[in-house]
């Protein structure tokens, strides 16, 4: 199935950029356009979007009118919109940032669709995440499939809540039908696990910090068994561009559905970690000092409480503990009947790809040596200096 012309909000981004180099393997000949905030030709050329084929728009997604001007200009036959909003790690057990949610994930996205269905757009894939089921912190997540609930309000994380939100608009406005084009909208919801790879700010990075800043590798929170997912960004890119093809074929049966993806690999939250560190810089924690849930649960809600007055995010909090002892993993065997989706990168290539980028991103910007060993030289150089 070939698609003619996408447009793909946040582009730029992270999963955004991978969803357009997917297209642009799959579908060489295909008319792509990035609509964003901003463009950085030198960050589009380093993430390998800077294409013949890829054209650049400027807009934002929460002003409607300059938001449907770019449609109308451009008049793509489907839509990926990978734009949102993900609060900073410090943020995501605090609803400090509600509001910039729901306008970015919820309002944002109810724009992006109006604006599509207005121009008659065929196919609409959203970019969701697994946190619309899973971000309930009261419950574990062993298995489970999409016919479990998203979560509700007041009930998650503001990530989790404001992207269900918005993920129900999408499959509410499945079928809507443009009446001057008679052309049917059909949408899909794709909620990638995790994701790493190239281009993270966030998972790899936050993990490798406790090796490079915060020399914390030994410490184990919890017996460290708990399963769960996480997806190279390349697999979710994959995923996109198979529902696009599935939308868009004479046999829709995405349409209306929403979709787990991640690398079908569940392993140990602590697991996951040590092949980080391995791979990054050949890391082995010396020794392992294993702290009961129970306890970091309550030293994560006394730091909360000294942390309250200051307005300051604490980095051990309860929802960093459940975060790190839950069970949270899924079935992809919806998303390989319907969309054909296996991953094509394992998980262990993931990574390494993952962190021989990261590990050159601060190289670039000067912020450590390679490995502990050179840290520690460099700064026995600078003592004698």
């Known amino acids: 199935m070939a698609i003619p012309s996408v447009l793909v909000t946040g582009g730029t981004g992270f999963v955004g950029s991978a969803v357009v180099r997917s297209i642009l393997e799959r579908h060489p000949q295909c008319r792509i356009t990035i609509l964003d905030m901003t463009v950085d030709k030198e960050m589009c050329r380093q993430r390998g979007i800077d294409h013949p084929n890829v054209d650049f728009l ?63 757009v065929k196919a609409f894939v959203y970019t969701s995440t697994c946190c619309v089921v899973i971000d309930d912190y009261t419950q574990s997540y062993a298995n489970i499939d999409e016919r479990w609930p998203t979560v509700e309000r007041g009930t998650a994380s503001i990530y989790g809540e404001s992207k269900a939100i918005a993920e129900m608009l999408v499959l509410q406005a499945n079928g809507s039908v443009n009446e001057v084009t008679e052309t049917s909208l059909l949408t899909s919801s794709i909620r990638p696990a995790v994701i790493y790879g190239e281009g993270d700010h966030q998972l790899v990075p936050s993990i490798v910090s406790c090796i490079i800043d915060k020399s914390e590798s030994p410490f184990r929170v919890g017996d460290g068994m708990n399963m769960w997912d996480t997806v190279y960004v390349g697999n979710v890119a994959d995923a996109h561009v198979l529902a696009l093809e599935n939308l868009l074929s004479d046999n829709p049966t995405a349409a209306g559905e929403a979709f787990f993806i991640q690398n079908n690999e569940p392993t140990s939250f602590r697991e996951f970690c040590l092949q980080v560190w391995k791979s990054y810089n050949g890391h082995i924690p010396p020794f392992t000092l294993p702290i009961p849930a129970g306890l970091a649960w309550t030293l994560g809600l006394l730091m909360e409480t000294l942390t309250y007055f200051s307005k300051t995010p604490a980095t051990l909090s309860r929802g960093s503990v459940n975060d790190a002892t839950a069970i949270r993993y899924a079935s992809g065997e919806k998303a390989k009947r319907i969309l054909g989706y296996e991953p094509r990168v394992s998980m262990e290539q993931g990574i390494q790809r993952s962190c021989k980028e990261y590990r050159e991103r601060r190289e670039r910007e000067g912020r450590h040596p390679q490995s502990n060993t050179e840290l520690l030289v460099g700064k026995l150089k600078e003592h004698l200096a």
Request: aromatic letters at 4%; a neutral charge.
């Open 58 to 120: 400027v807009a934002n997604i929460l002003d409607l009118d300059a938001l449907q001007d770019a449609f109308n200009a451009n008049k793509p036959k489907a839509v990926v919109h990978t734009a949102g909003f993900v609060p900073p790690l410090e943020e995501r057990y605090h609803r400090r940032l509600e509001k910039e949610a729901l306008r970015i994930n919820a309002d944002g996205t109810r724009n992006v669709l109006n604006a599509a269905h207005a121009v008659g």
